[in-house]
C-alpha cells in the first residue's frame, strides 16, 4: 500500500506562486509514474501533470503548460509541483496520485493522497 501525503497548498494571489511537495510511503517509489490531479468546485476531477519513474518523461495538461512544472527526487521519495504564474481558475483541490504509467486518465493511477487546497484570489 503506498500512502501519499501533499502539502504546500494555501491561498496566494493571481500572478504569484506556489510549490506542492507530495511524500511518499513507499520504498518502491522510484519505480512509481507520479501524477498531479485537481478538482475544483462542481467540476470533475481533471489531470494536471504526469512524470515518469525516472524523471525523463513529462506530461502536462495545456491550461498549465509553460506555467506548471513537476519534478521528482526518488531518494527523498517526493514529487513536486511549482506552480507560477497562478490564476483563479487554477483554484482547487491538488492531489497527488501514483501509478504505473504516464497518464492523463485518473483511472490509471492506484493511490492517492488526500488532497491540499490551492486557492488563487483575483
Known amino acids: 500500500q503506498v500512502q501519499l501525503v501533499e502539502s504546500g497548498g494555501g491561498l496566494v494571489q493571481a500572478g504569484g506562486s506556489l510549490r506542492l511537495s507530495c511524500a511518499a510511503s513507499?520504498?518502491?517509489?522510484?519505480?512509481?509514474?507520479m501524477g498531479w490531479f485537481r478538482q475544483a468546485p462542481g467540476k470533475e476531477r481533471e489531470f494536471v501533470t504526469a512524470?515518469?519513474?525516472?524523471?525523463?518523461?513529462?506530461d502536462y495538461a495545456d491550461s498549465v503548460k509553460g506555467r506548471f512544472t513537476i519534478s521528482r527526487d526518488n531518494a527523498k521519495k517526493k514529487v513536486y509541483l511549482q506552480m507560477n504564474s497562478l490564476k483563479p481558475e487554477d483554484t482547487a483541490v491538488y492531489y497527488c496520485?501514483?501509478?504505473?504509467?504516464?497518464?492523463?486518465?485518473?483511472?490509471?493511477?492506484?493511490?492517492w493522497g488526500q488532497g491540499t487546497q490551492v486557492t488563487v484570489s483575483s
Open positions: 512524470i515518469s519513474w525516472s524523471g525523463g518523461s513529462t
Open positions: 496520485a501514483a501509478g504505473a504509467r504516464v497518464s492523463i486518465a485518473s483511472t490509471s493511477y492506484d493511490y
Open positions: 513507499e520504498r518502491t517509489f522510484s519505480s512509481l509514474v
